[in-house]
């Protein structure tokens, strides 16, 4: 390996992935909105000079990883996952002992001083490096968006052997949907958000397409009247769509998101029909569809002990179409408790989930997937929460009660008739408690902690009966983490 330290310095960051996965639980890891502080303020107020005789220091618990003979990616959840050519790491390594930028600069007399400059500030902008005085590390929790979940309709034209519903053949009223939405609107208001995400889900949201226009419409215009930001998506099988459905969506500025499970027989033996038919041409023609009527859908990817074999072939297949996607694991819920081969088997999975990758590394995509390809991580940005519930997340069933997550519908602890239906939902003590990970046993050490946030609360208190213990996915979580990273590597080196 050639240290060409005189080189002029690469540094190559990663974007913030705000991209939040969908599918089987559709949970939203992402929008805990976490800030990092006071490194991300320090960011934006120094204005860093050569001259400067601040001490500078590298911020603790970064890792390196060789990515190639000239790139190495460093990454730590203090700071931003950066790629670092020799020269670049040379520079960084400099900062492992305090330094001032000034001696920097003296030792670096023969890379042009301007690059030199532009490099540190990288750095700094990347938290690589913070001023040696304040590089403590403290995340703070900021409210930002505000996300509920609409259950428009219980019933659903499929019958995927994972799903948690009883499929009764009810849906939501424009009233009561109406008060829903008002009822999220007062919450964020009362609560200081300054976006409310909406997602339209089942069933089949799209049995109800009439429905989701009247309370997007209403939706709007509450967004207008109190200047809150909005955001919707629908949740579908991708069965029923038409081009007059994909009109509707792009008219009322709605994201659409599809489930597939995998190419032909790996989709069709979880996600058939009620009479059992199988279902994966008509996702496949529902998705072409959209396209065409240029509306690129997310695809959601449910892995199970089932179609584990075929997410390779199904990861090609979405990446010819340049299709945003996200891996989420399956979890089991009493419905689904009779397949047993739908558990995940950690080697399987993971030998899957690794077949995958491979292909994706082939045909590396333009767009940050730290957020989307495992579970419920999100690998680009630090939080303390797997999801929001209990935070800032709202379940509504179609009777107008509401949960505290979808795959407990049932459980309901307040309803649309509350003035401020989110301080009830987060003064639960009864149903799911989503704890900081720096609660969770085995989690508080682990180097993964602030991406991890140690997975579905509800996944490993069905495994364990506690809130405040890492995942039973752990193992899998932490065979993937390093290639999920190593992906990121290449990604922006091919982008560059
Ligand atoms: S679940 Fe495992 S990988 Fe995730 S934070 Fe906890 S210990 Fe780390
Ligand atoms: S508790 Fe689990 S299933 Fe529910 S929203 Fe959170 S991550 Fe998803």
């Known amino acids: 390996m050639i240290n060409k330290k005189s080189d002029r310095p690469q540094i190559l960051v990663s974007l913030d992935s705000t991209y939040i996965a969908s599918g089987q639980c559709d949970c939203d890891g992402g929008d805990c909105a976490c800030d990092l502080s006071p490194l991300a303020k320090l960011s934006s107020n120094i204005q860093l000079s050569l001259g400067m005789f601040e001490t500078f220091v590298r911020v603790p618990n970064s890792q390196i990883m060789n990515l190639n003979d000239t790139y190495s990616i460093c990454y730590g959840s203090h700071h931003k996952v950066a790629v670092l050519n020799q020269s670049a790491l040379y520079l960084l390594n400099q900062f492992t002992h305090p330094h001032q930028l000034h001696d920097i600069s003296i030792q670096h007399h023969d890379i042009d001083q301007t690059d030199l400059q532009t490099a540190i500030e990288e750095l700094y902008q990347a938290r690589l490096i913070a001023p040696k005085n304040n590089c403590s590390f403290h995340l703070q929790e900021i409210p930002e968006t505000l996300t509920a979940w609409l ?3 219980d019933r659903c034209n499929l019958r995927c052997d994972y799903c948690y519903l009883p499929h009764l053949a009810k849906d939501m009223s424009i009233d009561i949907g109406r008060a829903a939405i ?6 964020a208001t009362l609560n200081g958000y300054r976006r409310v995400k909406l997602k339209y889900a089942g069933g089949e949201a799209l049995l109800c397409s009439a429905l989701i226009k009247n309370l997007h419409l209403y939706a709007q215009s509450l967004s207008k009247e109190t200047d809150i930001i909005l955001d919707g998506v629908v949740l579908s099988n991708g069965t029923l769509i038409t081009p007059e459905i ?8 709605l994201r659409l998101m599809i489930s597939l499970d995998g190419l032909s027989n790996f989709h069709n033996i979880q996600r058939a029909y009620a009479d059992g038919k199988s279902s ?3 996702v496949e023609r529902g998705i072409k569809i959209a396209l065409e009527n240029g509306l690129i859908p997310d695809i959601s990817i449910t892995v199970t002990g089932r179609n584990a074999e075929g997410l390779a072939e199904l990861i ?6 340049n299709l945003p996607f996200s891996l989420n694991f399956y979890r089991e819920n009493e419905l689904s408790a009779s397949h047993k081969d739908l558990q995940l088997e950690e080697s399987k999975l993971i030998e899957g989930m690794l077949a995958a990758f491979k292909v994706i590394e082939l045909k590396l995509p333009n767009r940050n997937l730290l957020g989307s390809l495992i579970d419920r991580a999100n690998l680009s940005s630090p939080h303390k929460r797997t999801c929001g519930v209990g935070q800032n997340y709202l379940v509504f069933d179609y009777k107008g009660q509401i949960a505290k997550c979808q795959m407990q519908l049932y459980k309901t602890v307040s309803s649309i008739d509350e003035q401020d239906p989110l301080t009830v939902v987060r003064q639960d003590k009864a149903g799911i408690q989503n704890l900081s990970v720096e609660e969770k046993e085995g989690c508080r050490t682990c180097e993964w902690k602030y991406w991890c946030a140690g997975g579905c609360p509800l996944a490993t208190f069905n495994a364990t009966g506690r809130y405040d213990i890492q995942s039973p996915n752990c193992n899998i ?4 983490y390093p290639e999920a990273v190593r992906l990121e590597g290449l990604r922006l080196i091919k982008y560059s």
């Open 280 to 282: 994966f041409q008509d």
């Open 151 to 153: 259950h428009i309709s």
């Open 477 to 480: 979580y932490k065979a993937l």
């Open 246 to 253: 994909i009109e509707m969506l792009q008219t009322l500025n």
């Open 316 to 321: 090609e297949w979405i990446l010819e179409y």
């Open 182 to 187: 008002a009822s999220i609107f007062r919450s």
